[in-house]
């Protein structure tokens, strides 16, 4: 075996190739559970991909800094003196103690609480306690600094990415950037967090999460939400009075395993989930219309609609409901949700309220819809325990071979709104990262 | 909102009467019972028009900025900040809609839940009619086969008289969840 085709002796490549279909829409459900198969992620995934970390609005001023993760390592993103962002690990190089342990805050230094190494917020090691008497002049201090990551901001969003190979963050988003831009730039002042990052663990995989909000407009025009959508109709209107939309569109990214789906001039699962203000806010205030004008297209400013989105792989959003989130990974059987709201940094402030009112009832910890996401993840996740049940192949095959790329109205390759395509695209993409060590190959 | 709390006001405030005492901590009794049976029309029944129902997210701070603890604000989201619950009577309403519908997979099959409410302390509310009401709860979930999670925190609680069989309704409750991750997948039960 060639040591370059394989993490771990458990997985040649052969073996994991196998688990993925795209050709046929099946997926072995092993991709979700298997302790090496997530060691192989972890360097060949999470080390190797942009990783979603915060807004720049998150660290507006020199000195501000917000403590995430990439994959499993944890990161300080700090704001420069040139306003420039860095990202670097947070471990003293040390005794590999945590540098820097509140969640966010402003730092003039970042000094280790173990034996007081002490680093600039550029992330360079600038001072150690009894140097000369200990070190006698014989450390070179610039030789011991934490790892640094690339950084790359799209419209706000903050990604990081520990491989200095990879692709820029603009071609790793390669044909998605218009289906970003319906929440991101919707006008000149972009967009801004609101302050606090919702954190929750969910004992699942985080393909789970990241496929369901690339592709599955499916479960929430089905079973998933019916009592989340019921919690937002008014009194004498009951489920049986309200039509799921059927029409709308996917998009599967021709690169990157991103995706994204959402219907088309049917605004009644917004309007459940967000209420008559916001949807009025989306589909037909000045301000829609402005943003339908600034995308050249009013069909990206104000008519898809409840759409969903997933950057691979764990950035995912939802454009309209305005909730983005990083599936932080926890081992193959956890994830760490880090959700935040974001808005239009010019809306009216009673807007900018509702937003957050309703992303607090819906999408969180403790929202009507997301409430139930968790409870489907966690039974399959702990189904998966089970010597048959692990190797179960699953079907992913609604849409197969529909998608076309000569849409009229929406660029890259589009499918129905009830499709799998997407999902498709991120798995097989994933295969791609698993099992193609060089950007030669890999490269978009 | 200069703090979310006033702490100290709380904790040198004297002893209630002990007939008042007796009577808020066997509204919270009888009101952990309802939550615990899964009554959920009557626990709405006892939340009043004005109810505040609100749980700010809890942050990881430094003591140099987090020594005020609940009159802190960088430990604790502010109100125009995210947070876990900032809910009013309709949308309380609409959580009861979604727990009544038999779709609310979360809840259903129903939590087993154990509300256990102490160390309330009572204070003189702004309007004549209301208390002012400071507790402590560890609420146990178990569901489904094996689930188990444990919620722990403090709450302060706006009582005003009601002419119910209960005495009071709840005019606001603000709860400080002892976690800044939430340890669960989601939050689906009341506090």
Known sequence: ?444 | MASLINIDHIISSPAADLALQHEVQQFYYREALLLDNIKYEDWFALLDDDIHYYMPIRRNAMQRRGRARTSDLAEYTNQHEFAHFDEDKVAMSGRLKKLLSDFSWSENPASRTRHTVSNVIITQGEEADTLNVCSSFIVYRNRLETQVDLFAGERHDVLRRADNDLGFKIAKRTILMDQSTILSNNISIFF
């Not at chain 1, 298997?34 to 507006?60: K, M, N, T």
């Not at chain 1, 944890?74 to 040390?94: E, G, M, T, W, Y």
């Not at chain 1, 008014?234 to 599967?252: A, E, S």
């Not at chain 1, 819809?369 to 399959?380: A, K, R, T």
């Open chain 1, 1 to 444: 075996m060639n040591p370059e085709d394989t993490l771990n002796p458990l997985w040649s490549n052969e073996k994991i190739k196998q688990l993925v279909s795209d050709e046929n829409g099946v997926l072995d459900a092993r991709i979700y559970n298997d302790e090496a198969l997530y060691d192989i992620e972890l360097e060949r995934v999470f080390a190797r991909s942009w990783i979603l970390l915060g807004h720049e609005s998150h660290v507006p001023n020199a000195g501000d800094f917000l403590n995430t993760y990439i994959g499993e390592d944890p990161v300080i993103l700090v704001r420069q003196k040139d306003a420039s962002l860095r990202v670097f690990l947070n471990q003293c190089r040390h005794r590999g103690m945590k540098l820097s342990r509140d969640d966010a805050g402003n730092a003039k230094a970042f000094v280790c609480s173990y034996h007081g190494w002490a680093y600039d917020i550029a992330g360079q090691l600038v001072s150690v306690p009894f140097e000369k008497e200990g070190h006698c002049d014989r450390l070179n201090k610039a030789d011991w600094n934490p790892l640094q990551a690339r950084v790359a901001s799209y419209r706000g969003l903050v990604f990081a990415n520990w491989d200095e190979e990879a692709p820029s963050l603009d071609d790793y988003l390669s044909d998605s950037k218009p289906y970003i831009d319906t929440m991101f730039n919707r006008t000149e002042a972009g967009t801004e967090a609101i302050g606090g990052i919702q954190k929750w663990v969910i004992p699942t995989n985080w393909k789970f999460a990241a496929e369901q909000f690339c592709s599955d407009m499916y479960h929430a025009g089905t079973t998933s939400h019916l009592s989340g959508i019921a919690a937002g109709l008014p009194d004498g209107v009951g489920l049986n009075d309200i039509q799921i939309p059927t029409n709308g569109n996917q998009f599967r990214a021709k690169w990157g395993g991103h995706g994204t789906g959402y219907f088309v001039d049917e605004p009644g699962l917004l309007a459940a989930i967000m209420g008559p203000k916001i949807t009025e806010y989306v589909t037909a205030s000045p301000q829609a219309k402005a943003a339908s004008e600034r995308m050249g297209s009013d069909m990206f400013g104000q008519r898809m609609l409840g759409q969903h989105m997933t950057i691979f792989p764990t950035c995912s959003f939802l454009p309209g409901i305005n909730t983005i989130r990083t599936w932080h990974p926890r081992g193959p059987n956890e994830i760490e949700v880090w959700a935040f709201i974001v808005v239009d940094a010019d809306a009216p402030d009673d807007i900018k309220e509702e937003f957050r009112k309703q992303n607090i009832r819906t999408f969180s910890a403790g929202g009507v819809f997301e409430q139930d996401d968790g409870e489907n993840w966690i039974e399959v996740q702990k189904l998966f325990r089970g010597n048959k049940a692990r190797k179960t192949k699953l079907n992913v095959q609604m849409g197969l071979g529909d998608s076309t790329t000569d849409h009229p109205d929406f660029p890259g390759r589009i499918g129905g709104v009830y499709s799998e395509d997407a999902a498709r695209g991120m798995y097989q993409h994933w295969l791609r990262m698993m099992t193609e060590p060089s950007w030669d190959t890999l490269k978009p």
